[in-house]
């Protein structure tokens, strides 16, 4: 109980130095967050130094970071420059369909994962056939892949629509799956890969185990040693690598959304990076890096809720 | 040497050649404009077909393999310079200041690496020293954390011992007894950092925030071809190919740099 209450305090100055770094990066901006205006051939100076002294941004640095930090604990998100809702509403209403797709990816890349897992461990020829596609999955460009799909799959073929979440005025659940299929093979591959050759070493490691030689030496067939004591073995460090990921999957989504013109959280992202929207970016990256720390923090629990060894050292 | 990292090291010493002969081997000038071969397809003359201005697209990747490669070696370089001083210092102090700097360390790592580079990078608007510098900045956690395990599993030996004993300051155990032996942890992660490195300028200028035309990179090449996918497909596939073969030769390298797994 003291490691869990340890653990969930220590992730608390973790975030801290997460926002710090955001405001300072936000900040760093040549014109500030008023950027947008400064360009704004209509806004005259006088308006400059008016909302400047409205919005706050007059006082120093560490009273507007400490504000802006308050009222983002309150949820008060601000409104976003490019169509001035509430931040947190656009934000919201964009979860959804990203949640649809990181969900079946991720299902997706841990069933790749196991399977190829298990068997690369056990199998010699299968072994090498892997090593080298999932060396090639790790070092595909995730949004070079997404194009190369859309053209041979959607466009060459034609087997699965080219991008969006659903056909205009055409909507259903057969629909829905068929625009999911692509995005979330793109988003899955790279995660497959680490993640296999991940669950290999770990089966090696299980494998040359005295447990598992026990197992044998008591008769159990090679099916059971490897699925029913080894697998078991190799299961929890493979779960926290699959939390630790969370932020690669951050990346990959921004970029897999935008290929696909995913109308998801990461969609917003990039599309409120071409219009300098910084509250909107603002809140986005403070919203990832609080899921990462987060789920970081669900896989240390977890192992220590799982394995006692973790717990003496605690 | 295994075979498949003999193969990588050998691609690369080739791709590397032609990046810095690439005023003599690429086959024509590398802005000239042949308005009468716009969108050329893939021929013998033009083996990778051209642009929408009439230019040689194998003359423009292998240009930009100058820019790509440059950010991804140099910006590992800094990774790594940055990344063993943080992890050195931390691993053999130890305390608070190693409490101090993982956290830190955590931090960066928790920041969603390509939102918070695509950030900066609009904010910044980096020419390509800066944007070395940008992904530089974000790639040394890892390092950090390697060699921080390795000078905390260095330091308890017996010949850190001597040197202490023998009264070497700190900073002379550490530089000349100890971070010599993290040399091989810090040369694999410093090879996947470069196809880190690539994988991350791609994506920035991919974006259009990182390099920027007429400068060409492996990136801002896919950045202007994704509109034209499905009519020219050649002038995306091809940048996204070498980039894709570049990055696979890193990793192999890298992993066969890795120490075999014992039994």
């Known amino acids: 109980m003291r490691f869990v209450v340890r653990r969930v305090v220590q992730t608390i100055p973790l975030l801290l130095v997460v926002s710090v770094l955001v405001f300072v990066l936000i900040h760093a901006t040549p014109g500030g967050p008023l950027t947008l205006y400064l360009e704004n051939p209509n806004v005259r100076p006088a308006d400059i130094e008016r909302l400047k002294r409205q919005l706050g941004l007059d006082r120093p640095l560490p009273v507007q970071y400490l504000s802006w930090l308050w009222a983002f604990v309150r949820g008060d998100w601000g409104f976003s420059y490019a169509d001035g809702r509430p931040v947190m509403q656009r934000l919201l209403e964009r979860l959804p369909a990203t949640l649809e797709l990181v969900g079946t990816s991720t299902l997706l890349g841990v069933i790749v994962a196991l399977i190829v897992g298990i068997l690369a461990s056990v199998r010699r020829g299968f072994d090498r056939v892997t090593t080298i596609a999932v060396v090639a999955g790790i070092s595909l460009p995730v949004f070079w892949f997404g194009l190369v799909l859309q053209l041979v799959f959607a466009n060459a073929l034609g087997w699965f629509p080219s991008s969006g979440r659903s056909t205009i005025g055409f909507g259903g659940f057969g629909d829905q799956a068929m625009h999911l299929v692509l995005p979330a093979i793109v988003l899955a591959s790279a995660q497959a890969a680490g993640w296999s050759r991940y669950l290999r070493g770990s089966m090696h490691l299980a494998l040359a185990m005295p447990f598992t030689t026990a197992a044998r030496a008591r008769g159990a067939s090679e099916r059971r040693v490897v699925l029913h004591h080894a697998l078991r073995y190799a299961l929890l460090p493979f779960v926290t690598v699959v939390l630790l990921d969370a932020s690669i999957m951050a990346s990959g989504a921004v970029v897999t959304e935008s290929v696909f013109a995913w109308p998801g959280v990461g969609g917003l992202f990039t599309e409120s990076l071409a219009k300098r929207d910084y509250t909107v970016l603002m809140a986005f990256l403070m919203c990832g890096s609080i899921v990462v720390a987060v789920l970081n923090l669900l896989a240390d629990l977890a192992v220590h809720a799982i394995d006692p060894r973790t717990r003496e050292a605690a | ?263």
């Open chain 2, 1 to 263: 040497m295994r075979r498949p990292a003999a193969i990588g090291a050998g691609i690369l010493a080739a791709m590397l050649l032609l990046a810095i002969l690439a005023p003599i081997v690429a086959p024509y000038g590398f802005d000239v404009i042949d308005l009468a071969h716009r969108r050329a397809a893939p021929s013998t003359s033009h083996w990778f077909g051209t642009d929408e201005l009439g230019r040689d697209l194998l003359t423009r990747v292998i240009f930009g393999a100058r820019v790509s490669l440059s950010i991804g070696m140099i910006s590992a370089v800094m990774s790594a310079a940055i990344g063993v001083t943080i992890g050195a210092v931390a691993g053999y102090a130890g305390g608070w200041v190693d409490d101090a700097l993982m956290r830190f360390t955590d931090a960066m790592l928790s920041i969603p690496r390509l939102p918070l580079l695509m950030i900066a990078a609009a904010v910044i608007e980096p020419g390509v020293p800066t944007l070395v510098v940008l992904v530089g900045l974000v790639g040394w956690m890892e390092m950090a954390r390697v060699v921080r395990a390795d000078v905390q599993s260095i330091k308890t030996t017996d010949f850190v011992a001597a040197a202490r004993a023998l009264g070497g300051a700190p900073e002379r155990v550490l530089r000349s007894h100890i971070l010599p032996s993290t040399f091989p942890a810090v040369s694999v992660a410093m090879t996947i950092a470069v196809g880190r490195g690539i994988l991350l300028e791609s994506a920035l200028s991919f974006f259009g925030v990182g390099v920027q035309p007429p400068t060409a990179s492996w990136g801002n090449m896919l950045y202007q071809a994704q509109t034209t996918m499905v009519t020219e497909p050649w002038l995306g596939i091809f940048p996204g190919a070498f980039i894709f073969l570049t990055v696979l030769c890193f990793n192999i390298l890298g992993d066969s740099f890795r120490p075999l797994p014992s039994g």
